[in-house]
């Protein structure tokens, strides 16, 4: 039995914990909330704490699950290593390169599992629309994006996700990853630009940004989100990926509710288009949020059991954070950042 402290409990704490007290393998010892209550009715019978290092000493836990806010993840993850305990961290892995690698060097160092939740990497439609872009061969173009019009709570919700982190960073790591697993290239050149769209976020905080990436294979993509109650919900899923040889797009998504979170996974279709014709690909049962993090944190606990070899994941995880970030620096200074010299 692997014993799980929880640290969070908003939109993705709350379905990983959910997912721990429904696996047979998993004994929940704490749950770090910083109001100190739990409102979900299966979870009440767990010790709550407001202080994730004082749950870290007196829970001892085996596995450390981290879905705080970004900027607490990095000082989380090393202080979960240094107690012994394996490590899931929600994305973005940090809010800066240097903390990325110094989490990725303290798993090294202690021999622990680190695993960072990347939800796409457990859905069968994206890793079929992976393996069919693979499959099409490169170079390739990628057009990709997420906004949400957001209003209410989720919008609520944006804002204190901004105090630390942009659109840009915190969604753009998924589809970042999705990219660099299609073309298996590295990263050259980022370019962004982005704009504050409302005087309900700091001055220095966009909430729209668009970057575009170029890769040694001569690959190139962009990515856009933006997050507020202004954006349109116009064209605000696209997923296309095109090379020489054709394409290949998610069919479903211009639907409305774009801060749904459930929609943000689902593909329904898959169009594979080649000069000679096109071919759809139906995708059906396909997993909600609760079962993608049902499937995170299995995957979590079959690395710490089986001790799955998790060293191109880190680096992955490393590598679309770092694209993010480049694209973050180029939008607030103007700047194109090059990658071969970062």
């Not at 402290?5 to 770090?32: Q, Y």
């Not at 204190?160 to 915190?170: F, G, H, N, R």
């Not at 279709?269 to 759809?280: A, C, E, N, R, S």
Request: net charge negative; glycine share 8%.
């Amino acid at each position: 039995m692997i014993r799980v402290l929880i640290a969070g409990l908003g939109n993705m704490g709350l379905s990983h914990a959910l997912a721990h007290h429904h696996h047979a393998d998993a004994e929940i010892v704490g749950l770090v909330n910083r109001s100190g209550t739990v409102d979900h009715a299966d979870l009440q019978s767990y010790p709550v704490y407001t202080d994730f290092h004082t749950a870290l000493a007196e829970t001892k836990p085996d596995l450390a699950v981290i879905a705080t806010y970004s900027d607490s993840h990095a000082d989380f993850a090393c202080a979960a290593m240094e107690a012994r305990a394996h490590v899931f961290v929600e994305k973005p892995l940090a809010t800066t390169g240097e903390d990325a690698r110094r989490v990725v060097d303290k798993a090294v160092e202690t021999n622990r599992k680190l695993v960072i939740g990347y939800i796409l990497r457990h859905h069968p439609s994206w890793m079929r629309l992976i393996s069919e872009a693979r499959d099409l061969g490169g170079p390739y173009v990628f057009r990709l994006n997420l906004n949400q019009q957001s209003t209410g709570p989720t919008w609520e919700t944006h804002k204190a996700l901004m105090q630390t982190t942009s659109p840009i960073v915190d969604c753009g790591v998924h589809y970042v990853d999705v990219m660099c697993q299609i073309t298996d290239a590295m990263p050259v050149r980022v370019n962004g630009m982005g704009l504050r769209l409302s005087d309900e976020i700091a001055p220095d905080m966009y909430n729209y940004g668009q970057f575009q990436v170029v890769f040694e294979d001569g690959s190139v993509g962009w990515y856009e989100a933006g997050w507020g109650p202004m954006m349109s919900e116009t064209a605000f899923f696209v997923k296309d990926i095109v090379s020489p040889n054709g394409a290949v797009s998610i069919t479903e998504g211009n639907k409305g509710d774009s801060d749904d979170v459930d929609g943000h996974t689902k593909v329904g279709g898959i169009l594979v288009h080649k000069p000679g014709g096109d071919t759809l690909i139906e995708i059906e049962g396909e997993p909600g949020h609760q079962e993608l993090c049902d499937a995170e944190q299995a995957y979590m606990l079959k690395a710490i059991a089986d001790d799955i070899d998790l060293t191109r994941h880190m680096s992955d995880a490393v590598q679309s954070l770092r694209i993010c970030l480049a694209a973050d620096q180029s939008i607030r200074t103007g700047q194109p950042v090059d990658l071969k010299e970062t």
